[in-house]
């Protein structure tokens, strides 16, 4: 499998802290990537090198074979490289279909086909119902399935799923895995999924990787990362 | 707000109707003066809210703009004899330079929020003593002054006249223009930037160059506004197109009548004008004080009551879900 | 450009700037805590410098010594406008206070002119207008009093904050109000608290300002603006910062009036200030 994204001797320091160390990790096309680790290892900040809110002070990010590590959010998202926010972050004014707008604007002026697209995000993520409210009052489950419509919106080759899971119930975690398995099989996405919950992840992804303190520590099948001692001891050792 | 089209076609009819009959009324010269003005800041306040209200930049500086429109037609007229056109075309472009040079350095490295606003704040002072001290050219504290027959002999046949029809037809362009904006992708992109600058860059929108486009349309026809001004009043002085209280009025006049819809500057002028001109010309001395101190109070009152202006307001009373400039779902489509 | 008329100007520089302080100060404790910026500081100094005035028509106590006094009634005034005008500022979007102040800036600037006419007031006092020399420098004995008290008052402030208890909780406000109100500290009266205390400080501005300068309606948005410069320039928020920036501020002013124009001294000013915002958004000194 090709190669679709390539994090390559990543490092980033906010004043004496080293939040991301000499660290390089791939996504392959339509691959559905696990990124695991404790509170602080880094996984927010890495997200953020890739598309573009941080710099680095060493390393290089490549999407499709092209240095795009300079390129500001704005151009990364028009290249196809898009994420999703830990603390939900919609337009919170606005309804949930304006929301998704803003993201179908990205690929067309007409506002009659990003009105098609919209509905078509909409669908997929099953907010047709709630499409008039305005962002502001809505649940975290319906936010975070909100910022995935506006993200699809913007019919991305690579998404960044930032702690997509994260104050889920069980059953709003199965929906949006499975949503997300489909975006793999039937839009050809390639997922980098950041997660700090691990078991939810284990069915979910081809493959895992984890960071601790800035450093990967581990790569694999979900399976062998598991029995990874290292791993046990990095999540264990802080509890 | 998105009413039928045949009731918004009648109601623009209507009001059409009572616009063209206003000029031929019997009313007092200062109430179609009034009139005027109301025009004037319903235009000057929907040129702010461009970059003020859909996109959320604050600006307490705008005064600038005015002035260098007004300056612009009053200094080329007399020294060197050229139309207001001219003069108007003069003022476009250099405001859109100020706002360039302004905004890219203000936009690009960040300057947000209540910085913007300072910075803005500190060009309407800095304007002011320019203009000031360029008493060679600008005439100084004392002004310029703008002669209609100096224009053109067919501006004396009345100028009150003249200057409603200048206006209505300014006013019009300008909320015509807003609305077109407003439910634009153009718009779209400022009410994301006003919504959350970082959730918008994520979706794609260039930020930098939405604000600075917004920042120089909206300077632009403020300079225009600038141009009228010139010619309506004939007088132009620093106090009267520069400094903070021009600055204030066009910003709380937007904000209090709604700063995110295309209307709510015009509700804004229709509901303030009454405070402001009685100032200036019904009462005097130290009575002048009561209409302003009651406008203060009124604004004390909106941003409590009314956070999104009175349009907002009654919006949400109507059951449009509140604050949205633009409220779409899927049932529409 | 000798020497000596070098320190001139760097000793007129302090000497406004030390003027411009006290409602730098008092713009920059608000902002630090509550995040919310005052545009209408200045129409507080202009109210206390007549309140200062009055007193001293009705009773002859002099500027300084009524400081407290007009102290006293600026806080109590600010105790009331807090909680209808301010507190509900900090649930509202930002486009709010700027309604709200400058609505609060219609409002105190007319009704002054209203109560007391637009006609310019001002008290003289003998020795304020005499200067002081030394080696060969020449001081205005008030306005070095004026200086000499702002940089006091600011001394004592920070002192209040860096070794009271009360001090304590109002920069913990400032710097996490959600992680104070866990620890147990009232933020809501730390609130209030913190804005009456920076509207007493105009009382204190108002004191040592009415001998040198007159007092009238509208005279307050230039301070106002001044000191949102020196704050921004000492970045929003930081004590030390605002201290110094109005000296850099007043230095600047004094440099180009006194070498270029005076006209322009505050447009220059202003100027720089901008460019310094480019540079560095968050102040010489940071937030």
């Known amino acids: 499998m090709q190669e679709i994204l390539r994090v390559m001797n990543v490092t980033k320091n906010f004043g004496g802290l080293t939040a991301l160390d000499d660290v390089n990790i791939t996504l392959k096309d339509k691959e559905v990537l696990g990124l695991i680790g404790p509170n602080g290892a880094g996984k927010t900040t890495l997200i953020n090198v890739i598309v573009g809110f941080y710099r680095p002070e060493k390393g290089r990010v490549f999407f499709n074979g092209e240095d795009i590590t300079d390129s500001p959010p704005h151009i990364k998202a028009l290249k196809g490289v898009a994420r999703t926010f830990q603390l939900t972050k919609p337009f919170s004014n606005i309804s949930v279909f304006d929301n998704v707008m803003i993201g179908a604007l990205l690929r067309t002026d007409s506002l009659s086909a990003a009105r098609e697209k919209t509905m078509r995000a909409l669908e997929r993520t099953g907010l047709k119902e709630v499409s008039g409210v305005i962002s502001k009052g809505l649940p975290t489950g319906v936010k975070k399935r909100l910022e995935i419509a506006r993200v699809l919106a913007m019919e991305p080759k690579v998404l960044c799923l930032d702690e997509v899971l994260t104050g889920l119930t069980p059953v709003e975690m199965d929906e949006i895995l499975g949503l997300i398995r489909s975006l793999r099989e039937d839009e050809g996405l390639s997922i980098m999924i950041v997660e700090h919950v691990v078991k939810a992840l284990m069915k979910g992804v081809d493959r895992m990787v984890v960071l601790s303190s800035g450093k990967v520590i581990a790569e694999g099948s979900p399976e062998s990362v598991a029995k990874n001692p290292l791993v046990k001891e990095v999540y264990l050792g802080r509890g | 707000m998105m009413l039928k089209r045949g009731v918004r076609f009648l109601l623009l009819l209507s009001l059409l109707g009572i616009i063209s009959v206003i000029p031929l009324l019997p009313l007092p010269l200062y109430v179609f003066h009034v009139i005027i003005i109301l025009f004037f800041n319903a235009y000057l306040c929907t040129a702010w809210v461009i970059i003020g209200g859909f996109a959320k930049q604050v600006s307490l500086g705008h005064s600038t703009f005015v002035g260098i429109g007004a300056y612009s037609v009053g200094v080329l007229l007399h020294l060197f004899n050229l139309t207001p056109i001219i003069g108007g075309i003069v003022g476009v472009l250099m405001t859109v330079g100020v706002a360039f040079t302004l905004g890219y350095p203000c936009f690009r490295f960040g300057v947000r929020g209540p910085y913007f606003t300072f910075v803005t704040m500190a060009l309407a002072e800095v304007m002011y003593y320019v203009v000031v001290s360029l008493r060679g050219i600008t005439g100084g504290a004392l002004g310029i002054f703008i002669p209609w027959g100096a224009i053109s002999p067919l501006l004396l046949l009345n100028k009150k006249l003249v200057g409603y029809c200048i206006i209505v037809v300014m006013f019009f362009f300008a909320v015509f223009l807003a609305r077109k904006i407003q439910y634009s992708k153009f718009g779209y992109y400022l009410t994301a930037i006003r919504e959350d600058e970082d959730a918008a860059e994520a979706c794609g929108v260039d930020i930098l160059k939405y604000k600075l486009v917004a920042l120089s349309l909206s300077a632009a026809l403020t300079a225009l506004g600038g141009a009228f001004y010139a010619i309506y009043y004939s007088y132009i002085t620093p106090d009267g197109v520069l400094g903070l209280t021009l600055s204030f009025q066009m910003a709380t006049m937007s904000l209090a009548g709604g700063a995110k819809f295309w209307f709510g500057p015009a509700v804004g002028a229709l509901l303030i004008t009454p405070f402001t001109e009685t100032v200036r010309s019904m009462l005097g001395g130290r009575f002048v004080g009561v209409p302003m101190l009651l406008y203060g109070v009124l604004l004390l009152i909106v941003a409590r009551v009314a956070p999104d202006g009175v349009s907002g307001f009654i919006s949400s009373l109507l059951g449009r879900g509140g604050s949205a400039g633009n409220t779409e779902s899927y049932e529409r489509h | ?287």
């Open chain 3, 1 to 287: 450009m000798d020497v000596a008329t070098i320190f001139q100007v760097i000793i007129n520089g302090i000497l406004i700037g030390g003027l411009y302080m006290t409602v730098s100060v008092g713009l920059n404790l608000v902002y630090g805590v509550m995040r919310i910026v005052n545009y209408s500081q200045g129409e507080l100094l202009m109210l206390g410098m007549y309140l200062s005035y009055w007193t001293f028509v009705f009773t002859g106590l002099n500027p300084y010594i009524s400081i407290p006094l007009v102290c006293a009634i600026l806080f109590a005034m600010s105790l009331v406008l807090h909680k209808y005008a301010v507190e509900p500022l900090l649930k509202l979007p930002y486009e709010c206070q700027v309604v709200t102040f400058v609505g609060l800036i219609y409002i105190f600037q007319n009704g002054a002119l209203l109560l007391w006419s637009p006609n310019y007031r001002s008290v003289i006092i003998d020795f304020v207008s005499k200067s002081i020399t030394i080696l060969s420098i020449n001081i205005p004995i008030g306005r070095l009093i004026a200086t000499s008290a702002s940089i006091t008052a600011a001394f004592v402030l920070y002192l209040i904050l860096k070794k009271t208890t009360i001090g304590l909780f109002i920069r913990a406000t400032s710097q996490d109000p959600t992680a104070a109100s866990m620890m147990g500290i009232d933020i809501k009266k730390i609130r209030l608290l913190t804005f009456a205390l920076s509207s007493a400080m105009m009382g204190i501005g108002a004191g040592i300002m009415l001998p040198l300068y007159y007092v009238f309606p509208f005279m307050g948005n230039f301070y106002t603006i001044i000191a949102l410069i020196v704050i921004t320039l000492g970045g929003l928020g930081n004590f030390i910062g605002t201290i110094l920036s109005s000296f850099v501020i007043g230095i600047t002013e004094a440099m180009v009036g006194t070498y270029i124009s005076p006209e322009i001294a505050l447009a220059v000013a202003f100027i720089v200030f901008i460019f310094i915002l480019f540079v560095r958004p968050s102040g010489i000194m940071g937030e």
